[in-house]
């Protein structure tokens, strides 16, 4: 019988209409992405308590850090710049303590944009808290009211890594981020890169398998069906 794979997707919360009632969720294209990439998806709420994040990595073969806010500056030891948004630091915690027991635990992990970022600051790493802040940014990188499956801008992969040995030389990508890598985190390499310098592939040295993509494959894959995308759900959903 066939092993089933389950993914456990890091949920956002917000109070959609200010009526005190908080909604925990994930974008239907994170579901949809690993339900046809052949994994069974469940949303794991957000919790502070460190025994109940722990029983969640027991119960998943897969962990995928969801998009999102901006990660509180203060994690990179950072003041607060003008542009960056209110952080939810409920959520922040959370989502170390999950990247905490899934490197324990070794279960293999995917972050995807506001996930790759908070990989990057547990492993030590700094943000752009604005792309303004990276004078060599020139693309568009925050694609606004284009389709979400509209890729939007090149990404260069690293021989040698996941990314580069499943996907040859260079990919196309949506872009739905204001912030970015600065400073990489320790232990970590740069899978991805765009053509104005930014990172958009992170992925780990040694231990367990850690990817950080600054694109929304689930939107490219969901939205668009897009091969690539297809292709990296399925080849991620085997390890
Ligand atoms: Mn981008």
Request: proline share 4%.
């Amino acid at each position: 019988m066939e092993r089933n794979i389950v993914v456990g997707v890091s949920a956002a919360r917000r109070d959609f209409d200010r009526s005190g009632f908080i909604r925990e969720y994930v974008n239907e294209h994170y579901s949809d992405s690993i339900t046809r990439g052949g994994g069974v998806p469940i949303i794991l709420p957000i919790t502070d308590d460190e025994s109940m994040v722990s029983k969640y990595i027991d119960m998943i073969d897969y962990l995928v850090l969801s998009g999102g806010q901006d990660i509180s500056p203060k994690l990179y030891n950072e003041e607060f710049l003008p542009e960056v948004e209110v952080p939810d630091l409920k959520r922040d915690s959370f989502d170390m303590l999950l990247i905490k027991y899934a490197i324990k635990k070794k279960i293999p992990i995917l972050g995807i944009c506001r996930g790759m970022q908070i990989i990057n600051v547990y492993f030590g790493g700094t943000l752009y808290q604005d792309l303004r802040y990276n004078e060599n940014i020139f693309l568009k990188h925050i694609q606004g009211l284009d389709s979400p499956s509209t890729p939007v801008h090149k990404i260069k992969l690293q021989k040698g890594s996941f990314l580069g040995d499943n996907f040859g030389d260079e990919l196309w990508v949506n872009s739905y981020h204001h912030q970015g890598i600065k400073e990489l985190g320790e232990g970590l390499i740069i899978s991805a890169c765009s053509n104005d310098g930014l990172i958009e592939g992170i992925e780990n040295k040694d231990g367990s398998f850690i990817l950080g993509v600054q694109w929304h494959p689930e939107m490219m894959f969901s939205a668009g069906g897009n091969v690539e995308m297809e292709k990296l759900f399925k080849k991620l959903l085997k390890k």
